[in-house]
């Protein structure tokens, strides 16, 4: 229910982001279903698999991001944790993109996440970008 994002595998597996079903959902490269990653998901809006394989997902209603293994095991998860309502670090999470350097990059979209204005009273950030640190 409103597909949102995909990505594919080095086996040529097609990862879904299945955001109102707050899942990932696998097809194999016939479309036919595999399995799915539910690991607490809220509305999973966009896949990423770096070339370790590596999954990131971003979110819309955590909002944050996710990274899992390519077997679905959740390595880490982060958001708004510890900021406040009027200074999030997230709003609506849309895109996720990780380049060569393993730096992540998120795009937000305009609108409301749970009550909260996106041009509240925080600066404007459309797109951000984590550095990995060595």
């Given amino acids: 229910m409103v597909p949102h994002g995909l990505a594919v595998d080095k086996n040529g597996r097609v990862l879904v982001a299945d955001r109102h079903n707050n899942r990932i959902q696998i097809f194999d490269a016939f479309g036919k279903y595999l399995t799915e990653w539910t690991e607490g998901l809220k509305f999973p809006t966009d896949i990423f698999i770096d070339k370790d394989q590596t999954v990131y997902v971003s979110e819309l209603m955590r909002p944050g ?20 309502k009027e200074d999030p670090l997230f709003i ?10 393993g730096d992540i990059f998120v795009c937000e979209v305009m609108g409301m996440q749970a009550g909260t204005p996106f041009f509240s009273t925080r600066k404007t950030r459309m797109i951000q970008k984590f550095t990995r640190k060595a």
């Fill in 65 to 84: 991001v996710s990274i899992f293994d390519i077997n679905g095991k959740l390595l880490a998860r982060w958001g708004n944790e510890g900021r406040t």
């Fill in 92 to 101: 609506t999470l849309h895109a996720i993109a990780v380049d060569s350097h």
